[in-house]
């Protein structure tokens, strides 16, 4: 009997969906955005419902044509880097700040992956944070507590 990677994958997949979905109801939200139509809890349960609703369609589903990989030609050491970022981005989030970190995580991320002209990585971390932050704070409304913006003097 050949066991298909690809489902087992998506086993795993459906899985991390499942648990994602529960701690994503345990998120405590403010008591006046409980009632809002877009509150913290709201992207991560549609995320982890769309995880598990393609994951199952993938266990499901026959498969067309399988698909034979070269692990010779896969970047191993890539992924554990970007492993180890997003874990760092995930201990550092709280402490730094949202802006900072996720700007220093996509530009490590990048750097990482192989991106080495630093005007790009600039560009497409820090002013990007700035905008996605402008987007939370200034039009939705979401407030994010953020040390950093807070210890230079932008955020109150």
Do not use: C
């Not at 979905?21 to 913290?40: C, G, H, K, M, R």
């Not at 991560?44 to 067309?64: D, H, Q, R, T």
């Amino acid at each position: 009997m050949n066991i298909n990677t690809t489902k087992i994958i998506s086993l795993l997949f459906f899985i991390f969906s499942a648990l994602y979905l529960y701690t994503a109801y345990n998120i405590q939200v403010f008591s006046f955005d409980e009632n809002s139509p877009f509150n913290a809890k709201t992207f991560p349960i549609y995320l982890g419902y769309a995880g598990m609703f393609f994951s199952g369609l993938k266990i499901i589903l026959p498969e067309v044509n399988t698909i034979k990989v070269d692990h010779k030609s896969l970047e191993y050491k890539k992924t554990a880097i970007l492993v180890l970022i997003a874990t760092i981005y995930g201990f550092t989030i709280l402490r730094v700040g949202y802006f900072l970190t996720t700007s220093i995580f996509l530009a490590s991320s990048y750097y990482a992956l192989g991106e080495r002209r630093w005007l790009w990585i600039f560009l497409l971390s820090f002013p990007f944070v700035a905008l996605f932050m402008y987007l939370l704070h200034g039009v939705l409304e979401i407030y994010l507590r953020d040390p950093f913006l807070k210890l230079i003097g932008v955020m109150g």
